[in-house]
């Protein structure tokens, strides 16, 4: 493994892993107030985009970062339109 490659999976390690406190604590609270819908949606969609990019590319780094990242992310947009619905 070459030193870029390091360099990847590092910053992919925080960059994913930043959240996970904010998936835990909205899962657990269940409180999605203060989540902006707009800004989730956007992500998601930046995030699979990074991951067609990473397959494309054969990054095994983008790739890994952000599958983990959207596994992350996505149940909590899932709740935030959920209590968008609930709360019309």
Do not use: E, H
């Amino acid at each position: 493994m070459d030193y870029n490659l390091y360099v990847g999976f590092f910053a992919a390690f925080f960059t994913t892993f930043a959240f996970v406190p904010q998936t835990i604590k909205t899962l657990r609270t269940k409180n999605t107030d203060g989540i902006s819908l707009l800004m989730y949606t956007m992500f998601i969609i930046g995030v699979i985009s990074w991951v067609f990019y990473g397959y494309l590319k054969s990054d095994i780094a983008v790739l890994s970062a952000n599958i983990i990242t959207f596994v992350l992310a996505f149940p909590v947009l899932i709740m935030v339109i959920s209590d968008k619905k609930r709360n019309k």
